[in-house]
């Protein structure tokens, strides 16, 4: 199987080479700036004309080349371009329509949702036929979605490579691999790029979490990115479930012999595609890589995370600014002006904690966005995959990031795998959120009347 990919590659590329010869004879060799004058769009529409095969790769890796050398304003023309010129062919569309209404057979109905597709998507899957066009793609995304920030007018653009990606990115073609320090060198250097949640200071770093006994690492790839990982998790294994994250990085630490681990600890989960956002895999991931470690490792029982709360800190500020808050006490107020220096204080965190951790009770079971979903995403993406709220951490994180971003706050999700498919059915189906009983006891009972649906879980 090793050389596959490039093979493919080397095929593909020579396939687009012999086409390009055919585009430039056809063309009399125009060169690069005169294609440009004519624009990217009429490079697009050519695509879409419908060229043999070796043409149409050599048209769709012009394209690409092309896109690549414009500047910022001429990417947001193209993708204007997309959104104006692009859309369902409305001569084509208005003939579908009339035509079922007058006769709503299933071909009239087929020939319908055929005129409504955008000749976009069309278009991106001819561009995909470029050797090395998915990865270029997913990174047109990204920079579409920067965009977005000032053009919402462009967001049915966006919507339609996210429709696409969902289906070539579809979990039947991702590759779960270990991640160890025999992978390759370019691949372990993406891993400690895209870490995002707890950053990777250097190469020792890095192979205290992927080459120690009781550490694992594993990632997502598809067959169109080989070099590219999707989205990972960084395992640890442990006797107990962990309340810090310090113990966990240390790396002047005695690793635990792997037959003596009964929790496996997902401490980080990283998205690393920035063009795939919208598309989940992290649910997918999870859920394999507790299978893979089961049949690994028998004599683990427990599974869950050490996650961070990235909008905790943000929320308890803008309680404290509240000049009346039905969150708050007076001796809530008074201890929280001591947050900034707890850190540095045991005694001080000690006396902080309860404090912390009822008012974390309160953000996670009884707070609620616009939309009704619990305040944190963190929260929603494990809720939401069927896990439950296990415990409330004060202080687990003493970093400067988590002290910014959570007051040091972090929480355990425990996947209870007979429990998945209901805890996830409550939390999309009623909008409950499944506790454990020490979590719940958390609750300050004068704030009851604010509580929304929360299932109560033996530990």
């Known amino acids: 199987m090793d050389g596959g990919p490039s093979f493919f590659g080397d095929l593909l590329g020579s396939i687009a080479e012999r086409g390009r010869q055919l585009l430039d004879l056809g063309r009399e060799r125009r060169p690069l700036g005169a294609i440009r004058a004519a624009g990217l769009a009429e490079l697009c529409e050519q695509l879409l004309s419908g060229r043999g095969e070796a043409s149409g790769t050599a048209l769709a890796r012009e394209i690409l080349i092309l896109y690549r050398s414009l500047k910022t304003a001429e990417k947001i023309a193209f993708f204007e371009a997309l959104a104006g010129v692009f859309g369902p062919d409305k001569a084509r569309l208005d003939k579908a329509v009339a035509r079922y209404v007058a006769d709503p057979t299933p071909a009239a109905l087929a020939e319908l949702h055929g005129a409504s597709e955008p000749r976009r998507q069309e278009l991106i899957r001819r561009v995909n036929l470029a050797p090395g066009a998915t990865a270029q793609l997913v990174a047109m995304r990204a920079e579409l979605l920067d965009i977005l920030r000032r053009r919402a007018d462009l967001a049915e653009v966006d919507r339609d490579f996210t429709h696409l990606f969902a289906s070539w990115f579809n979990r039947g073609f991702l590759v779960l691999r270990r991640i160890d320090w025999s992978t390759p060198a370019n691949v372990l250097e993406k891993i400690i790029r895209y870490e995002a949640v707890h950053e990777i200071r250097d190469w020792n770093d890095l192979r205290a979490r992927v080459d120690s006994p009781d550490r694992r690492c594993y990632a997502f790839f598809h067959p169109a990115m080989v070099d590219e990982p999707l989205i990972f998790v960084e395992v640890a294994l442990t006797r107990e479930i962990p309340e810090a994250i310090g113990p966990i990085l240390a790396q002047e630490r005695t690793p635990l012999d792997p037959a003596k681990a009964r929790v496996a600890v997902f401490y980080s989960i990283s998205n690393c595609q920035t063009g795939l956002g919208g598309v989940s895999f992290g649910n997918f991931l999870i859920k ?172």
């Open 288 to 459: 394999q890589v507790v299978e893979e470690i089961s049949r690994d490792m028998p004599g683990l029982t427990t599974f869950v995370t050490l996650s961070p709360v990235p909008g905790f800190r943000a929320w308890l500020e803008g309680e404290r600014r509240r000049e009346t808050s039905a969150v708050l006490t007076a001796e809530d107020r008074a201890m929280l002006e001591q947050l900034d220096t707890a850190p540095a204080d045991a005694p001080l965190r000690e006396e902080l904690s309860p404090v912390i951790a009822a008012l974390a009770a309160q953000f996670f079971l009884r707070e609620r966005s616009a939309k009704g979903k619990p305040l944190d995403p963190v929260a929603r993406f494990h809720l939401g995959n069927g896990a439950r709220l296990e415990r409330i951490n004060p202080f687990g994180d003493l970093s400067a990031r988590g002290m910014k971003q959570a007051a040091g706050l972090m929480v355990n999700y425990r996947y209870v795998p007979d429990d998945i498919e209901k805890n996830h059915e409550a939390f999309f189906d009623k909008g409950e959120i499944v506790a454990s009983a020490p979590v719940r006891k958390l609750l300050r009972p004068d704030n009851g009347a604010r509580l929304p649906a929360v299932q109560e879980k033996a530990s």
